[in-house]
């Protein structure tokens, strides 16, 4: 009961902290167990709490032994977030002996009864694109389930990639990537044949499956040409892609992150080009204080002078609105940032501590603002109106921002254009330039593809 509870307020929190979570491939997710789920593990707390809201059975958790500690808490972790210590050697006093043994058994249990477990298998979490060295537990679990019960054990193991698009900030976007589940009784006979040997296959067998649900990026300065291409050319590549529309972005991202990998050893030259050509862009749009947006063609073909000003009047309409959002949103919605900050400097750590902060703040500040409304009116109708107000009015005040800001960086467009219509005329120049470079790129590495 306590678990469902918890697990209806953390899939709410999680629908407010991301704009948009994408699942792709839910139709792989078996209904019951024994099951263990396998995924990359980026970004802390995070990553377990969006897999245990997609799962429609309840989720057993394998988490380093350092976040236990005491009776009570160990009580509360064990009981309440089903979470299992597991012993790392780097996390245990020099010359004491891990455990781990007896956490295998406690999991063969627990799987033989039908149930999932949730297990992170680099070990470590680090906000990057990449995947660090995966570790044999899951394999030596999985096998470990199946041979205790003679391989009439049905253990399957889904893999789950979480790709996030900017993971620490509130209202980013989260993709989770969901491969066919493995079925461990396909590997019995390598087992028995050599149980080393396919514990070591089945680990290389689930990485492989982990980097085709990923955008893994080798390199910081490939990061950033992913950021810079795709805003210049992933409405041109989303055309040409017959995918559902949810799919479309990471297949470009990964498509392009893949190109990019290509060109580093098939052609440097032009992937250096490019590079500096981006750059420079880029560096131009920042000092003129703009953005790339405003100098597609779809933005420049419209009236931006009678655009800003229509939206300058929807701007004045809903300013009261936006107010009231303010006045009932704008206190519980700070303070979890500043504890995010002043809690921990990893920057892996700070979205969770966000999201788990804003359940207490929001919490906190609408019981008190209801209480008062309540003492002051005596009235429940106007507090069930402010129950159902106050949460639209909060997202509306974000929304409001961002035509603000839309209408400043198209006002401030207008302005350069006035004064220095051939600084914009260059701009829009090169920028064609670079769509030219992507999309002859794009065609040969395709082309490398086809033959």
């Not at 032994?65 to 160990?74: A, I, L, M, N, Q």
């Not at 949103?329 to 700070?350: F, G, L, M, T, V």
């Not at 929304?399 to 198209?410: A, G, R, S």
Request: hydrophobic share 45%; charged share 20%; net charge positive.
């Amino acid at each position: 009961m306590v678990y469902a509870f918890l697990k209806l307020l953390v899939k709410l929190a999680t629908r407010i902290f991301f704009r948009r979570i994408t699942i792709n491939n839910k139709l792989f997710i078996p209904k019951k167990g024994p099951l263990i789920v396998v995924a990359n593990h980026p970004n802390t707390f995070m990553d377990p709490v969006l897999i245990g809201s997609i799962l429609s059975q309840q989720v057993y958790f394998l988490a380093k032994s350092t976040v236990f500690g005491s009776p009570f808490k160990d009580w509360i972790l064990g009981n309440i977030f089903n979470m299992i210590p597991v012993y790392r050697k780097q996390d245990l006093p020099t010359g004491a002996q891990n455990d781990n043994q007896a956490v295998f058994k406690k999991c063969f249990s627990f799987l033989a009864r039908k149930g999932t477990l949730l297990i992170f298998p680099e070990g470590t979490s680090v906000l990057e694109k990449k995947l660090r060295e995966i570790k044999t537990g899951t394999a030596r679990i999985a096998l470990g389930a199946a041979k205790e019960n003679d391989f009439e054990l049905d253990v399957q193991i889904l893999i789950v990639g979480i790709n996030y698009s900017e993971g620490e900030k509130f209202r980013s976007d989260v993709t989770l990537n969901i491969d066919a589940p493995i079925s461990i009784k396909d590997w019995e006979d390598a087992y028995k044949t050599n149980a080393h040997d396919a514990i070591n296959q089945l680990t290389n067998h689930i990485r492989e499956k982990l980097e085709t649900q990923l955008v893994i990026i080798e390199h910081k300065a490939h990061e950033r040409l992913l950021q810079q291409a795709a805003l210049i050319f992933k409405s041109e590549l989303a055309e040409t892609l017959d995918l559902p529309e949810k799919e479309k972005d990471f297949r470009i991202d990964k498509g392009i992150t893949e190109a990019l990998k290509y060109f580093e050893t098939a052609d440097a030259n032009l992937l250096q080009s490019l590079s500096s050509r981006l750059n420079a862009y880029f560096k131009k749009l920042d000092l003129l204080g703009i953005q790339d947006g405003l100098l597609k063609k779809s933005n420049l073909q419209t009236n931006i002078f009678t655009k800003s000003i229509l939206v300058i009047l929807f701007l004045l309409g809903g300013l009261p609105i936006w107010l009231l959002g303010l006045i009932t949103n704008y206190i519980p919605y700070k303070i979890p940032a500043q504890i995010a900050k002043i809690a921990s400097k990893h920057i892996e750590y700070r979205a969770p501590i966000m999201m788990i902060s804003g359940m207490f703040t929001f919490g906190f500040y609408y019981t008190v603002m209801i209480s008062l409304t309540l003492i002051f009116t005596n009235n429940w109708l106007i507090v069930l109106g402010i129950l159902l107000i106050a949460p639209l009015c909060g997202f509306f005040v974000l929304y409001y921002w961002n035509i603000v800001i839309e209408t400043k960086n198209n006002l401030r467009l207008l302005a350069i254009i006035n004064k220095e219509r051939q600084i914009i005329k260059d701009l829009i120049d090169e920028r064609k330039i670079i769509y030219s470079i992507l999309k002859d790129a794009k065609e040969k590495y395709l082309g490398t593809l086809e033959s």
